[in-house]
Structures are given as structure tokens and as C-alpha cells.
């Protein structure tokens, strides 16, 4: 490395433009709307459990891989793995893992609360999840998660 230069980034190839680390985003959507195949893998690809995917909202057709140890969903940038941009989300809205062996969603102390498959069913605090469930984030158009395990 010749002095003044940027340190070279691991992976980074000497023939390759000089990279400076920058922000990692936590929020990755793992597939974009309009592409079709499989999960991409990742670094917790072995993990993973089933993605979740977004059927209404802003972040509608996109889709999170959903791994054992959890995923948090809220407005919050660095707290947030899946980012609402939406004032009905909270910072910290719902948290989706496993708990005790069954894959739950439970709610964070919302305001504008978390539900699953219909708001008329009532906010929830906790609720076992089941392949098809869809999570709803304050209201169906706030932001609309659909679980597909497997």
C-alpha cells in the first residue's frame, strides 16, 4: 500500500478502484419485485427458515429472508432489520423468530399495533405463526407480511 492511499478492503483486487467501507445496511431485500427464482444465499443461509413477503405497503413485493434467530420490523434505522417508512410503525414494531420452538411474532409495545391475517381479529401481543399467516404492521396498507416457510 503506497502512503496516502485508502487501505485496501478485504476481496478487494489490486487491479480494482480503491473502496472505502461505507454504511451496511441491515435491510436487504432478497428479491427484488419482477425477479424470479429462489432465496439468494446469504451469510445465514443455512439459518434459514422461509422468507417473509411483502404483499402491501411500500415495500410491496419484496422479500426478507426470515432465519431462526429473528427479525425485528420498524421505523428505526439501525435497530429495524426490515425498514418501514411509514409514521404508523413503530421504531421497534414487531419482533418474528422462534420462541420456545414455534415461529411467533410479538409485538414490541406498539402504538398502532401488530396483527395477523385480519385487523378485525384483533391487535395481538404474542401469536404462533403458521406458513400463508400474513403479519400486519399497524394497518394492511402500513405494511402486509406474508410468512412462506421452508
Known sequence: MMPGQPPMIPGQ?????????GPIAKTVAIQQPGQSGGIAPTAFGSLSI????????????QRFALTATGIVIGRQPGVAHV???????????????????????????TTNGTYINDVMRGRITRAELRDGDVVIVSEPDCLSL?????
Open 13 to 21: 483486487h489490486n487491479n480494482a478502484p480503491p473502496m472505502m467501507p
Open 146 to 150: 406474508q410468512v412462506r416457510l421452508g
Open 83 to 109: 425498514l418501514v417508512n411509514d409514521h404508523r410503525a413503530s421504531g421497534k414494531h414487531v419482533w418474528i423468530g422462534i420462541d420456545q420452538g414455534k415461529l411467533v411474532a410479538i409485538d414490541q409495545g
Open 50 to 61: 422461509g422468507s417473509l413477503n411483502c404483499t402491501r405497503g411500500s415495500l410491496q413485493g
